[in-house]
């Protein structure tokens, strides 16, 4: 019998520091959005920022690129800010 997990087990697993996730978060957003990335609060939704689940498809799949980790994109709208998300990742290793 195949036990179900509960979708809260689903976590980012990036394999970067969490300070470099952030770095890179706000200037991703802040190249998205033309602002300067001081005025990114990353404690601010997505939402906030105009970032819908269309975007955050796209940015799950940018983030793949970049780190070479697989990124679901539904986990960009279960932890709907950069502080949130970062938190929420767990690096291996």
Known sequence: MEEKTAHSAQ???I???DAELKAWM???????LAL???Q???S?????FGMDSVEAVVMAGVMEEEFGAPVEPSLLLEYPSID???AANVKDG
């Open 26 to 32: 706000v200037t991703y957003i802040s190249d998205l």
């Open 40 to 42: 990114v609060t990353t």
């Open 15 to 17: 394999p970067v520091s």
């Open 11 to 13: 976590v980012p697993n």
């Open 84 to 86: 949130l998300f970062v």
């Open 44 to 48: 601010d939704t997505f939402e906030v």
């Open 36 to 38: 300067d990335a001081a």
